[in-house]
């Protein structure tokens, strides 16, 4: 298995723009989660999917930030418009009910000057 | 709002020495997570545990839980220098699979 696969795995974008960040999950997976890491803040939980539906969207920062997931194999992480303090590594994780062990992707770094 | 801590947050040893990392957590979970994390890395799963008194062993770690005291330790033994990485422990409070909750990590680093 491939494993959870994230892309970009650095992006670099000025304050104001738009960034899309991906998340291939593991192929049989129904978990995806959206984690953040800073420095500052440490690892924090963003949102996470059961079946394509978001369960728990608490940790979105702000109306900035928006998930999707229109599909089992595929999910997006918007942030429109990208500010500095967005600057962080964005993890993607899976899991499958009754397993609970979640896989992270290798990460997108992004930085926003 | 589950807080999880741990300590220490930075520890520095010798090879061949035994060491414990403590993570506490503020209220009942299902599930305690271990993860390692490499600079510049992703997080690898190194344990899960699932019930009180649960005891898992890989190589040189050991991890345990204690879930009446809200406690779980990762024990490392004769530490080796490729140990060297940021721990994590992280909990999970609901039923099911849902978003963990992570410490702020201890970063291990073992002199040869």
């Known amino acids: 298995d491939a494993g959870v696969i994230q892309s970009p795995r650095h992006e670099v974008t000025e304050m104001g723009q738009e960034v899309t960040l991906r998340c291939k999950p593991i192929?049989?997976?129904?978990?995806l989660f959206w984690y953040r890491q800073t420095m500052m803040r440490g690892l924090e939980l963003l949102i996470y999917f059961n079946n394509n539906v978001p369960i728990d969207d608490s940790g979105m920062p702000e109306d900035r930030f928006s998930a999707k997931m229109p599909n089992a194999s595929f999910s997006t992480l918007k942030i429109q418009p990208s500010e500095p303090r967005d600057s962080a590594v964005y993890f993607c994780?899976?899991?499958?009910?009754?397993?609970?062990?979640?896989?992270f992707g290798p990460g997108t770094r992004l930085t926003v000057t | 709002e589950l807080k999880v801590e741990q300590n220490p947050l930075f520890l520095s040893m010798q090879e061949g020495k035994n060491y414990t990392i403590y993570c506490n957590y503020s209220?009942?979970?299902?599930?305690l997570y271990w993860y390692r994390q490499d600079p510049g890395k992703s997080l690898e799963s190194l344990f899960v545990?699932?019930?009180?008194?649960a005891v898992k062993q890989e190589g040189r770690l050991m991890a345990s839980l204690d879930t009446k005291a809200r406690l779980s330790t990762l024990h490392i033994t004769a530490a080796v220098h490729d140990l060297s990485a940021t721990y994590f422990c992280?909990?999970?409070?609901?039923?099911?699979?849902?978003?963990?909750?992570f410490g702020k990590g201890t970063h291990l680093i073992i002199q040869p």
């Open positions: 209220t009942t979970s299902d599930r």
């Open positions: 545990l699932l019930s009180n008194g």
């Open positions: 994780a899976s899991s499958s009910w009754g397993r609970y062990e979640q896989y």
């Open positions: 992280a909990v999970s409070s609901g039923g099911g699979a849902d978003g963990l909750t």
């Open positions: 192929s049989g997976h129904d978990y």
